[in-house]
């Protein structure tokens, strides 16, 4: 079948098209989506070093506090926040709404815009509380 | 005219068995996720740097472990489907999607496991 079907004429795929803000918004919402799956580990990591005791929490705690901690902590949050503004513009076209050419356009910069605004706004908030 | 059976219409399955239940459970998931990773986030903002007492009396506060719970649970399930249509969408070698299919439930299983029984003993004061 996988020989048969290598012979035949395929769909126009990605890298045919010129990008668009609602192409890479797509592909970035798979990438955060993907990330986010492996990022479970840190959050399983999070809460079992705490439920172990005293020592293992510090540990988890110096990795996390770390500078290479805090930078992937920083890609994280982002992920996390890109995924949920992506998500929110799926269920909003789910409702068949603003999905025209320029207002899925300006939505795909929206989420973009909005993800990256949070995010500093979390961090910020983070370093203030802290 | 419809070939389907008056059956098979009243069940609304299709020809997969599934109907739209995956793309429907991935829509549920994703609107409890919102509110419920939103409370995740400012948790972890609310306790970061925090001593091990105070993380651990916070995580023992029952609200908090039974929304720690649903976090995990409501995640997870989300997380798995996303990751089929991922695994369906680029592995198409069937003996290779069906192992990492496989290790994509066990993964998720793990995790849940490992979480939702930390919070449970978290929840029930360490």
Not at chain 2, 57 to 68: F, S, T
Request: with cysteine; glycine share 10%.
């Amino acid at each position: 079948m996988a020989e048969v079907s290598k012979s035949r004429p395929i769909s126009p795929h990605l890298t045919i098209y010129r990008f668009k803000p609602t192409m890479w918004m797509s592909i970035v919402h798979r990438i955060t989506g993907g990330a986010l799956y492996f990022g479970t580990i840190l959050m399983a990591w999070w809460l079992v070093a705490t439920a172990s005791g005293e020592e293992s929490f510090n540990t988890m705690n110096a990795v996390y506090g770390s500078i290479v901690g805090q930078i992937v902590l920083f890609g994280y949050t982002w992920a996390l926040l890109h995924h949920m503004m992506g998500g929110i513009r799926h269920l909003v076209w789910d409702t068949i709404h603003a999905i025209e050419k320029e207002q899925s356009t300006r939505l795909a910069q929206a989420t973009l815009v909005a993800s990256v605004c949070l995010t500093l706004l979390v961090w910020i908030i983070g370093y203030i509380v802290r | 005219m419809s070939l389907r059976t008056p059956l098979s219409r009243v069940r609304g399955l299709g020809a997969s068995r599934g109907g739209t239940e995956h793309f429907w459970r991935q829509r549920l998931t994703a609107v409890a996720n919102i509110p419920l990773l939103a409370f995740f986030v400012i948790f972890v903002i609310a306790y970061n740097g925090a001593d091990y007492e105070t993380l651990t009396g916070a995580l023992g506060n029952p609200i908090v472990a039974a929304i720690m719970g649903l976090v995990i649970i409501s995640g997870l399930i989300h997380m798995r489907i996303g990751m089929q249509v991922i695994v369906e969408d680029y592995i198409h070698e069937e003996f290779a999607k069906l192992a990492i299919l496989m290790l994509n439930t066990f993964f998720t299983l793990i995790i849940g496991a490992l979480c939702l029984f930390a919070v449970i003993k978290l929840g029930f004061g360490g």
